[in-house]
C-alpha cells in the first residue's frame, strides 16, 4: 500500500494527472484487488489534498530558475549573447564574401 501510494502521488506531481484518470486508476487497482476499497477512498482524499496544496503554493522565483535549468531553458542574457555572437559571424561572413 505505502509503496503504491508513493507511486500515485509521484505521478500526479510529477505528471500533473486529472482526478479523473487518477480515480479511473483507482478503480482499477480496486477492481484487481491491489487496495481495498477503504484505501483507494483514502488514497483519493489524499490527492485531491496534494493536488490543492501544489495548485495554492506560488513557485519561488528561485524554484522557477532551478527548473528552467534542469529544462535547459536559454534565458535572456544567453540569446541575447548568442545574437550578437550570430551578429559578428554574419558580418565576418559578409566581409569574407565581398573581398
Do not use: C, F
Amino acid at each position: 500500500m505505502e509503496e503504491m501510494k508513493k507511486l500515485l502521488l509521484s505521478t500526479i506531481g510529477a505528471a500533473a494527472i486529472s482526478i479523473e484518470k487518477a480515480d479511473v486508476m483507482l478503480q482499477e487497482l480496486i477492481e484487481k484487488g491491489k487496495l481495498s476499497v477503504k484505501e483507494g477512498k483514502e488514497l483519493r482524499e489524499e490527492l485531491l489534498r496534494k493536488k490543492k496544496e501544489n495548485e495554492s503554493a506560488p513557485v519561488k522565483k528561485d524554484e522557477l530558475h532551478e527548473i528552467l535549468e534542469t529544462m535547459n531553458y536559454a534565458g535572456q542574457r544567453e540569446l541575447a549573447a548568442l545574437e550578437e555572437r550570430v551578429r559578428k559571424l554574419e558580418e565576418r561572413l559578409d566581409a569574407m564574401t565581398k573581398e
